[in-house]
């Protein structure tokens, strides 16, 4: 597992207090396709198939509250 950079970990826990891709990137100021491309980035480096896995792991593994 790499480790996540400050703007995937941001990214992370706005989706996990229950932001969509597109509230996401209006909050931090990406474009909706940026934030998905964030995502994909952090399901690759947690070896997770999906976002909701990847949350779950963040959480687990005390990343993101």
């Known amino acids: 597992m790499s480790k996540l950079t400050d703007r995937e970990v941001q990214v992370i826990q706005l989706l996990a207090d229950g932001l969509n891709s597109r509230q996401i990137g209006e ?32 959480l687990r593994n005390r990343l993101i509250e």
């Open 27 to 58: 909050e931090i100021g990406l474009h909706e396709v940026r934030v998905r491309q964030v995502l994909m980035a952090i399901r690759n480096k947690t070896g997770m198939d999906t976002t909701v896995a990847a949350v779950a792991w963040c």
